[in-house]
């Protein structure tokens, strides 16, 4: 629960912003807005007002995080880690056949999938179950500010709304990186991310490279998905997001919200007919704005990735710090002390260097690509 304290800095933060002191509370004149303005100021040289409004600092800045749209929420898995900048192994197990000796495989009719058959009194075989050496991680990430709490001050208050301004910045580019990061394993500026070690190593090149601007281009690319296999086994997923630019993104939606195809239009004799159009999955056409921010010669290139269930092996997934996942604020303690001329408060003194309270964001997010096997990707060239 705040303290009076905390409370009076939000409030007379509100003031200085033209705003009413409490939800509901009448709107403040232009005098009491200049008074509140001044006494913002001098609160921030001579007392511990920074301090005083970490909580509702904290809380704008995760306001306006949670307020920005992540476009990787919609086809990615979230996961967490321990730890900062280490290889941490996913803990995902898959049962598997790879045990069964050639004898039971060349059996009769068996199939991966399926149960091998047993011989009079031969033992049933063990089917394995295997933990994966794949591994995730997240690194940190953040910036500071460290000129407009003095800034404020210079200016007698009246440009108090530098703090709310730099606040949803910061909480704006860290929503942002979790999806930038996670583009950067897909594409980089000279194209696919296909190289080893990069996101689609391992992926599917789709023949013929389709723009997908034909209904029936999409289904043969989502039929050669969903006859992938992913360790070892067919991966039934039943839902697909096509990732692509903004600009490309309605030509492809355009066809994927296509619902009946017409044989013969306009035929004067033989027959016409119409079909519906089934794709065998689910499909989200997404257009991305990083993949062009990444990559400006994208055109009409496209990812179809694929999104599996909870109980099926991830695919692409961003990562965030285990009991820390949203961006956290700091103030920083001056490394300052003065000698005479009156009182100080260590708190918000400023930094030694600058005089200027230095004010930073800090989060800690990763992305990784996993089972990829089941992701499509094509330039639209239509070669």
Do not use: C
Not at 170 to 189: M, P, W, Y
Not at 277 to 288: C, L, P, R, S, Y
Request: net charge negative.
């Amino acid at each position: 629960m705040a303290t009076q304290k905390q409370l009076e800095a939000l409030r007379l933060w509100r003031v200085a912003e033209g705003k009413a002191a409490t939800k509901d509370g009448p709107k403040p004149t232009r005098r009491q807005v200049e008074q509140a303005q001044i006494r913002f100021a001098e609160s921030i040289a001579y007392g511990d007002l920074p301090t005083q409004l970490l909580p509702s600092l904290r809380r704008t800045l995760v306001q306006r995080f949670e307020e920005t749209p992540r476009a990787w929420s919609r086809f990615a898995r979230r996961m967490t880690v321990e730890g900062i900048d280490v290889d941490e192994k996913v803990e995902v197990y898959a049962f598997n056949q790879d045990n069964l000796d050639d004898q039971q495989k060349m059996g009769d009719g068996f199939v991966p999938g399926g149960l091998p058959s047993i011989g009079r009194q031969a033992p049933y075989p063990q089917i394995g179950l295997e933990g994966t050496e794949k591994t995730i991680r997240a690194g940190k990430v953040g910036e500071a500010f460290g000129i407009e709490w003095e800034a404020i001050v210079n200016t007698r208050g009246r440009r108090v709304n530098l703090v709310r301004d730099a606040l949803e910045a910061f909480g704006r580019h860290a929503a942002n990186t979790e999806d930038i990061r996670l583009a950067q394993k897909l594409v980089k500026s000279s194209g696919f991310a296909t190289a080893s070690g990069e996101g689609l190593n391992g992926a599917t090149a789709l023949s013929g490279n389709p723009d997908l601007y034909d209904p029936e281009d999409i289904a043969t690319v989502i039929g050669t998905l969903l006859n992938t296999q992913v360790e070892g086994q067919l991966v039934p997923y039943s839902r697909f997001a096509i990732l692509t630019s903004t600009a490309n993104a309605p030509y492809i939606r355009r066809a994927v919200n296509a619902r009946n195809m017409v044989r013969n239009p306009g035929a004067t004799s033989g027959l016409s007919w119409s079909e519906q159009i089934d794709f065998g999955a689910e499909i989200e056409v997404i257009g991305w704005k990083w993949l062009s921010s990444i990559w400006s010669g994208i055109g009409k290139g496209a990812i179809i990735v694929p999104i599996p269930d909870e109980d099926e092996l991830p695919v692409l997934t961003v990562n965030l710090l285990e009991g820390y996942e949203t961006p956290s604020l700091w103030i920083k303690d001056s490394n300052a002390r003065q000698v005479g001329g009156g009182e100080v408060n260590p708190e918000v003194d400023g930094d030694f260097d600058s005089d200027a309270v230095m004010t930073k964001v800090r989060h800690v997010v990763g992305a990784s690509s996993l089972w990829n096997a089941a992701i499509g990707y094509t330039t639209g060239a239509n070669a």
